[in-house]
């Protein structure tokens, strides 16, 4: 159903005109789950680097609905691969850590809201991919510019970790370029 919520303000005497805020309020059943993997929103991560895992929930249209605090969410993921450190206690958000390189199930069910149970749960799933984590040597070249003679370096980069093929880019190109091979 749907209807309207108006804020009814105390401090207005009868009688008086004032326009008060109102919202439109629509109560839908759930039809899908939607998983995120935060901050880059994507679903292949590094090992060791610390990922938020976000569930949200979406009507028949798509439209986003309101995560109350009673919700009951299960979250699914083998401990092998990612360990949950954190999490919300309506089941929408879990901090947690990728542990090892491979691929590994991710499962978010809704269940219900409070004592009030689903007949027939929302289930989504998605694979997320782990790959070993990268250290890049030097982190920070930090060299100086002399204006006269305008300096050149060159700095090898060294890359561990990861998986290939890889590309080597610099942001800023008018103060540094790359080479395939890592040379800046």
């Not at 491979?102 to 689903?118: D, I």
């Not at 289930?123 to 510019?145: F, H, R």
């Not at 060159?154 to 008018?174: E, F, M, R, Y």
Request: charge should be negative; glycine fraction near 8%.
């Amino acid at each position: 159903g749907s209807g309207v919520v108006e804020l009814v303000d105390q401090n207005v005497a009868p009688g008086e005109v004032v326009k008060t805020p109102t919202a439109d309020l629509n109560v839908v059943i759930p039809a899908s789950l939607e998983l995120s993997c935060l901050p880059h929103n994507s679903w292949t991560v590094l090992a060791n680097r610390e990922v938020v895992l976000k569930v949200g929930i979406l009507d028949k249209e798509g439209n986003k609905v309101h995560l109350s605090d009673n919700l009951v969410i299960e979250l699914v993921v083998d401990g092998t691969f990612f360990q949950v450190t954190s999490s919300l206690t309506n089941g929408t958000l879990h901090t947690g850590v990728p542990l090892i390189p491979g691929q590994t199930k991710v499962s978010a069910t809704l269940v219900g809201a409070g004592t009030c149970t689903l007949a027939t749960p929302v289930t989504t799933s998605t694979t997320m991919e782990i790959l070993a984590d990268m250290s890049l040597v030097p982190q920070l070249s930090v060299l100086p510019w002399d204006p006269v003679t305008h300096s050149q370096y060159t700095v090898k980069h060294t890359l561990t970790g990861g998986d290939s093929p890889l590309t080597w880019s610099s942001s800023n190109t008018s103060i540094s370029t790359t080479s395939q091979l890592g040379m800046s």
